[in-house]
């Protein structure tokens, strides 16, 4: 089955202690995105890849950082995590950036104390 | 700043009713346009695709667009509570970026 798989899908977690969230597709996809998704806010991208080794920052990067080192594989590292970084956090993932048919992980639900 | 706007709702509509979503974009050159259908705590998926401008059908929902007036719609036939969710559209940038802006996502609630 097709499909974009996220781990946790719930976290809490305290101020300052570093924590990666997974995301890993089986559709041989080469774009995958991390988005956030706040209440009010909409949907925001957080950093994308185009393909191996090849990342770049979204519309609200400050506080992440991401790698590309496997096609399927592109985890999310919050090296010190802050209350403003509660959020719903979803991983994306299309065949390329062109055609845009995007397919989402189920979701982390993080919460930062 | 290029955007996607859409009314926030929420859209109330009966069962068996026809609901209409819309959504303006700002970038003229814009490409592709998409409806997502996101339930509550749940991840987007993807339910129309539409390139050219015209309808596009797909069982209950047909997608318009119209470019020289911006904007995108979703049409949803005989509705049902089943289709009660957030709508958002996307809409991807011209250009070589090809990034996809996203609207704020529209509410729409089927009442039996």
């Known amino acids: 089955e097709a499909q974009v798989t996220q781990n946790p899908r719930y976290l809490i977690t305290v101020t300052g202690k570093k924590l990666t969230v997974t995301c890993s597709q089986n559709?041989?996809?080469?774009?995958m995105s991390w988005y956030r998704q706040d209440p009010g806010l909409g949907l925001r991208q957080i950093y994308y890849s185009m393909n191996v080794e090849v990342t770049d920052k979204g519309d609200v990067p400050e506080g992440y950082k991401v790698s590309r080192k496997e096609k399927r594989n592109f985890p999310l590292i919050l090296e010190s995590p802050s209350p403003n970084q509660t959020s719903l956090y979803f991983c994306a993932s299309s065949l390329d950036r062109g055609s845009n048919i995007q397919y989402f992980g189920a979701g982390t639900r993080l919460s930062v104390l | 700043q290029k955007e996607v706007e859409q009314n926030s709702g929420p859209l109330s509509v009966p069962e068996g009713a026809i609901a209409s979503l819309n959504c303006t974009y700002s970038?003229?050159?814009?490409?592709?346009f998409f409806w997502y259908r996101q339930y509550s705590g749940k991840s987007p998926e993807l339910i129309m695709s539409i390139y050219s401008n015209g309808d596009k059908e797909d069982g209950r929902f047909t997608a318009q667009l119209n470019k020289a007036s911006q904007y995108v719609s979703l049409l949803i036939r005989d509705s049902q509570p089943s289709d009660s969710a957030t709508y958002l559209c996307?809409?991807?940038?011209?250009?070589?970026?090809?990034?996809?802006?996203w609207g704020l996502g529209t509410s729409l609630a089927v009442n039996p």
């Open positions: 970038d003229r050159g814009s490409q592709s």
């Open positions: 559709m041989n996809h080469e774009y």
């Open positions: 996307a809409v991807t940038n011209a250009g070589n970026n090809r990034k996809l802006i």
